[in-house]
């Protein structure tokens, strides 16, 4: 039973027999040549009917997922559901549905190219309401060396479409991953889907299976429910083209290797079981690197908070969470900027360990550094907020290459005190040191940036991340959906870390290296990743309206319900 503090989960869901998994992987797969001759304005009409049914199902789908998560009914933390999964998966909706629209191949904000000769697009702000409700924010999309910011291949040139049936393992933390996954594969890579939820929450599953109804019914989408028998028997069957994944890199080298000894001599020999075509999101261990300067009082107060929301968002099991502090030794308000991140997560409400295994995580790491801080409460269904200071920044060191996945904040220095040798530094450190590609965080004052504009230009260059959040959460990377989301490219089935390929990009552009967003230094009111915003549900709603159909009327009442926190 669950502790008296949390609500009870929602009930489980009976997992897909075999027999009704085989027949419904052959309705689909008879159904892919068909996809790929579905017109352009009969796809805008299925992503209508989509953000129609995701409004539909919003109210009993977030209460789900706060009694899966143990968030209280009437708590404000539940606008962290109706935030990350049902705003960003309309979003995602109503982005394609535009793109689709202008036949696949959306107007970019702009394009420039940098000295080097690589090309950027600018994908963020793409009007004046999203320069009002995100002030002060830009986000790019830099494109592969040598590339062009082409896009819609599918759309632009017909004889590209190759479609074909994605089996995608949906991921068990955030309940927007899943059908976001699927989007992406139907819109953008042209090809029909068999969605497994992770049993962690399918819950979720019954809702996508309303709002998606009319692609169910047509045979280019379909849902099943289990855990690994379900997932092996999608994964290996014939009719299965292509894999996609949102989980760990230990899922996939699962799929693809094999486990055990045998997994493990199959994979030094590179001899895979499963030599199907793959796309994976598969975790980091996230960076913030803070860069040396002038913070005043206030600002070190924010930036404490907005840190402490970066661990604590979702109960801290996200991909990408903040899971290493990183700061110049030499800097003169190190120490009071740690303090304040240990007051900031002694502060946070509890949460719920909902996710399998974050105990034993968190004990792997309490273990390995008895330095460890607890910092809030703990109990059988809670892991404290934990910090640990003084991680030696050498390589293999635990907390550089184990992803905690739980509420776990682990801190290191660099041997340096000035701006320009702490960016240099920190990019070959998180490169080279810190596993796991998919995003890091730059916090950077803007005198320091105003005054070392070519150092940190060259660092976001340098940093080999999917997404760079420089004085904000990689969250909102994720939420844009403008953005890509995925690991850098260049990881090997060998070695796969943060995976391979992206999702979201809503300007479906070709060849993406990695997306960039620029933040204010403080953001005003208070963002959605703090640990306490007593309004966020409120947010959280008024966002699911402006994002279904945006109007002056909707932005006011975001607005309205933002500074309430």
Not at 99 to 122: E, F, I, S
Not at 332 to 353: S, T
Not at 415 to 441: I, M, Y
Not at 542 to 558: F, Q, R
Request: glycine content about 10%.
């Amino acid at each position: 039973m669950s502790s008296a503090a949390f609500p009870e989960p929602p009930a489980k869901i009976p997992a897909t027999s075999p027999e009704s998994l085989e027949a419904m992987i052959a309705r689909v797969a008879d159904r892919a040549e068909a996809w790929k001759q579905v017109g352009l304005d009969e796809r805008v009409r299925f992503l209508d009917k989509i953000i129609e049914g995701l409004n539909h199902v919003a109210p009993q789908l977030v209460a789900d997922g706060c009694k899966a998560k143990g968030i209280p009914a009437d708590s404000a933390l539940a606008g962290e559901e109706w935030l990350a999964t049902v705003t960003t998966t309309v979003r995602n909706a109503r982005l394609f549905r535009d793109a689709l629209k202008a036949g696949g191949q959306p107007k970019l904000p702009g394009t420039h190219t940098r000295g080097d000769g690589q090309v950027v697009a600018q994908v963020f702000p793409t009007d004046l309401q999203d320069k009002l409700m995100f002030t002060g924010m830009r986000a790019e999309v830099w494109i592969e060396p040598g590339k062009t910011a082409s896009q819609g291949m599918v759309y632009r040139e017909p004889g590209s479409k190759k479609g074909g049936v994605c089996g995608v393992l949906g991921a068990g933390n955030v309940g927007s991953i899943p059908p976001m996954d699927v989007l992406y594969k139907l819109m953008v890579d042209n090809e029909v889907c068999i969605l497994k939820m992770n049993p962690v929450n399918e819950h979720v599953g019954p809702h996508l299976e309303v709002a998606f109804k009319e692609l169910i019914d047509a045979g280019y989408l379909a849902l099943c429910y289990g855990g690994v028998s379900v997932g092996k028997q999608l994964s290996e069957h014939a009719r299965v083209d292509t894999l996609h994944v949102t989980g760990s890199d230990r899922t996939y080298d699962a799929i693809v290797w094999g486990t055990g000894e045998q997994g493990a001599k199959n994979k030094a020999q590179g001899t895979k079981i499963n030599a199907r075509p793959f796309s994976a999101e598969l975790g980091c261990v996230t960076p913030v690197l803070v860069v040396p300067g002038p913070w005043t009082e206030a600002e070190l107060d924010y930036q404490a908070q907005s840190i402490a929301g970066m661990v604590t968002q979702n109960g801290s099991f996200n991909c990408n969470a903040a899971k290493l502090l990183v700061t110049a030794r030499g800097w003169a308000l190190r120490d009071r900027l740690l303090a304040k991140v240990q007051d900031a997560l002694a502060g946070a409400p509890p949460r719920k360990a909902y996710y399998p295994g974050a105990q034993e995580r968190f004990q792997g790491f309490v273990d390995q550094y008895p330095q460890a801080k607890k910092l809030g409460a703990q109990g059988e269904q809670i892991v404290p907020w934990t910090f640990i200071p003084d991680v030696p920044s050498q390589p293999g060191e635990y907390a550089l290459t184990q992803e905690a996945f739980c509420g776990v904040l682990a801190q290191t220095d660099l041997d340096c005190s000035t701006p320009q040798e702490f960016l240099r530094q920190a990019a070959r450190f998180a490169n080279e040191d810190c596993w796991g590609t998919l995003s890091c965080v730059v916090l950077v004052h803007p005198k320091t940036a105003k005054a070392y504009a070519e150092e940190l230009d060259q660092a976001v260059a340098d940093l080999r991340y999917g997404g760079v959040a420089l004085n904000c959460f990689p969250g909102l990377i994720y939420g844009l959906v403008v953005t890509t989301w995925g690991a850098f490219p260049g990881h090997t089935p060998q070695d796969i870390q943060s995976g391979v390929g992206v999702v979201h990009n809503s300007f479906m552009l070709d060849h993406p290296q990695k997306s960039v967003v620029y933040a204010p230094f403080v953001i005003k009111p208070a963002p959605f990743w703090f640990p306490v915003h007593e309004n966020l549900d409120g947010l959280g709603k008024k966002m699911v309206a402006m994002e279904s159909a945006p109007s002056w009327g909707k932005l006011v009442g975001v607005a309205l319900a933002a500074f309430k926190a």
